[in-house]
């Protein structure tokens, strides 16, 4: 397995030391990408928030500092993550206010309406069957509830070394015609710009 194949494997299902390691990396070079989101989520203190995809958790405390939040769940496919991110927010689990899991997009383990906001960065590349998995996060949102996606753009993505089979990339039309089909009204799209990639952040309501 080449160097790149090696990279795109750990993007996609992060495990072991490299999947740490990755995991450190991604949080430099999403941060600005992961802060668009959260600031697009308009999050209040009242709010139960799900995160799909949420790595080592780095993001989570920060929404938890910022925004105090009534309650967040995570879903990660990674043991590896799912171990790591518990281990960084000890605090917010002892307190209630935080569970993580390991688990799938394909079968979220929350009763229907149960969230105010839904998000996730760079996770919609490997959804196994993403016209079904956009419906899971219609199911747990409640109505009027806010879906906040963040990923790279077609454009910048398609010629990345690291982009093979593992990943199904998207232009900013194919990714809003995907949210709509499962019931979402597209709110606001905003794009944040960098050597490293054109992020796209696309928030959607439940109506």
């Known amino acids: 397995m080449g160097f790149y194949d090696s990279l795109s494997k750990q993007l996609s299902h992060p495990s072991g030391f490299w999947g740490r ?11 600005s990408i992961n802060d668009l989101v959260i600031d697009m ?11 799909i995809g949420f790595a080592n ?7 938890f500092m910022d925004y105090q939040p009534a309650f967040i769940s995570g879903i990660d496919i990674s ?9 960084r927010n000890h605090k917010w689990i ?16 929350h009763d229907n309406a149960f969230f105010d906001k839904v998000f996730t960065v760079n996770t919609i ?8 998995n956009i419906k899971e996060l219609h199911r747990v949102l409640k109505s009027g509830g806010d879906l906040v996606i963040g990923l790279g753009t077609r454009e910048r ?9 593992r990943f199904t990339i998207y232009s900013k039309e194919e990714a ?21 990639a054109d992020m796209l952040s696309i928030k959607a309501r439940k109506s």
């Open 94 to 109: 002892t307190q209630e206010k935080l569970i993580l899991q390991q688990g799938s997009i394909e079968n979220l383990p």
């Open 176 to 196: 809003e015609d995907l949210i709509s089909s499962a019931g979402f009204n597209i709110v606001d799209s905003k794009l944040v710009v960098s050597k490293q």
């Open 41 to 51: 989520m308009e999050i209040q203190r009242t709010d139960k928030i799900l995160e």
């Open 57 to 63: 958790g780095k993001f989570i405390d920060q929404i």
């Open 21 to 31: 390691v990755v995991a450190k990396l991604m949080n430099k070079g999403n941060k």
């Open 157 to 165: 993505m398609e010629n990345a070394k690291f982009v093979n089979h």
């Open 125 to 132: 590349y490997f959804w196994p069957d993403p016209t079904n």
């Open 79 to 87: 043991t590896t993550m799912v171990e790591s991110a518990r281990k």
